[in-house]
């Protein structure tokens, strides 16, 4: 699987986690480690930011996300 997947996979993993109030750090880590990698996505993340605006969540579930998308878009093509 290309680094590009599996960062998808586990940022969406991450997200899943500190929703569900479960232990994310290992989940980062990982996230940080494939970030950290050189490659470039073209996964849409319109969805998730307009799920973000409207989610009934905590303020710190919600800067966790915002978080973990604004690094992950890092890689994103123009």
Same mark, same amino acid.
């Given at each position: 699987?290309?680094?590009?997947?599996? *960062?998808?996979?586990?940022?969406?993993?991450?997200? %899943?986690?500190?929703?569900?109030?479960?232990?994310?750090? #290992?989940? %980062? *880590? #990982?996230? #940080?480690?494939?970030?950290?990698?050189?490659?470039?996505?073209?996964?849409?993340? #319109?969805? $998730?930011?307009?799920?973000?605006?409207? *989610?009934?969540?905590?303020?710190?579930?919600?800067?966790?996300? $915002?978080?973990? %998308?604004?690094?992950?878009?890092?890689?994103? %093509?123009?």
């Amino acid at each position: 699987m290309e680094v590009k997947d599996r *960062a998808i996979g586990k940022y969406l993993e991450c997200i %899943t986690k500190k929703l569900l109030d479960m232990d994310v750090s #290992d989940c %980062t *880590a #990982d996230l #940080d480690e494939l970030l950290s990698q050189d490659f470039t996505l073209t996964w849409s993340f #319109d969805e $998730i930011d307009s799920w973000l605006k409207e *989610a009934d969540i905590s303020d710190d579930k919600k800067a966790f996300i $915002i978080r973990l %998308t604004e690094q992950i878009k890092k890689h994103k %093509t123009q």
